[in-house]
């Protein structure tokens, strides 16, 4: 019995502490291509978001605006590099972030569906590259980010949901994920409006999700 209690004694205390603070961040895998809870570099924030919406439009017409690695007209930001095939992975895009700092996406996933429905995912390269935002910016600096566009026909013909989420690492205070997302979502569907494509119902972004 005393033998038990003895034991009892040790595991109590851990329990108990096991239950009052949820697993630390730090012990899980550092962040990468996997999309799974994960820890960032020491030093680092991790920030996990996802921005909701409807657009008014077939998931087919979202996706020829939108799911061309290399063409990102459709958030106003001009590729001025590229390496690999357009759309397959692998394939990585340049731009300019302002004064002389670009970035650099690379595509990590990428499938389209027969009703239309398609994943995109890619992600800062390399990582970790640790990127400097211009002071014009406001500056801030930050040590990796993943991003995944979802687009999923619903049964209305002309409605599909999206969802755009990133995780990343920051440091500082960096770009405005959110921000990026919702402008993003809206110019999606203002290049749809004017190809005459939105004839459904949008429904306006919301957002779910924060640092830890
Ligand atoms: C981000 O949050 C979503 C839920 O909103 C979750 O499914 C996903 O696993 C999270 N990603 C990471 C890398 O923690
Ligand atoms: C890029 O996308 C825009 C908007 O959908 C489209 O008007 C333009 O023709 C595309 N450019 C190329 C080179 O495909
Ligand atoms: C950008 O690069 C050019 C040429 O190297 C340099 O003259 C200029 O000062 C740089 N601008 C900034 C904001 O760093």
């Known amino acids: 019995m005393a033998q038990l209690l003895r034991g009892t004694c040790l595991v109590l205390p ?3 502490l096991s239950l009052a603070f949820p697993t630390s961040r730090s012990t899980l895998p550092l962040c990468n291509d996997i999309p799974q809870p994960c820890s960032c570099p020491a030093g680092a924030t991790f920030e996990n978001t996802t921005t909701y919406a409807t657009i008014g439009a077939k998931a087919r017409d979202i996706g020829h605006v939108t799911n061309d690695f290399f063409n990102t007209t459709w958030f106003d ?4 590099r590229t390496t690999g095939v357009d759309n397959v992975y692998g394939a990585t895009r340049t731009f300019s972030i302002g004064d002389n700092a670009t970035l650099t996406e690379k595509l990590i996933e990428r499938a389209v569906y027969p009703d239309g429905s398609f994943i995109q995912r890619y992600r800062q390269n390399p990582v970790p590259a640790e990127v400097q935002k211009p002071a014009a910016e406001g500056g801030g600096t930050f040590v990796g980010y993943w991003e995944t566009l979802t687009v999923t026909q619903t049964s209305v013909a002309d409605e599909s949901n999206v969802a755009y989420g990133a995780y990343r690492c920051n440091i500082g ?6 921000t990026f997302h919702v402008d993003s979502i809206n110019y999606a569907i203002a290049a749809l409006t004017s190809e005459g494509l939105l004839t459904g119902t949008n429904t306006a972004p919301y957002t779910i999700g924060a640092g830890s």
Do not use: E, H, W, Y
């Not at 930001?77 to 001025?80: C, D, Y």
């Not at 205070?173 to 959110?178: C, E, G, H, I, L």
């Open 14 to 16: 851990f329990l108990a």
């Open 173 to 178: 205070d960096p770009f405005d994920t959110v």
């Open 77 to 80: 930001v001009v590729v001025i």
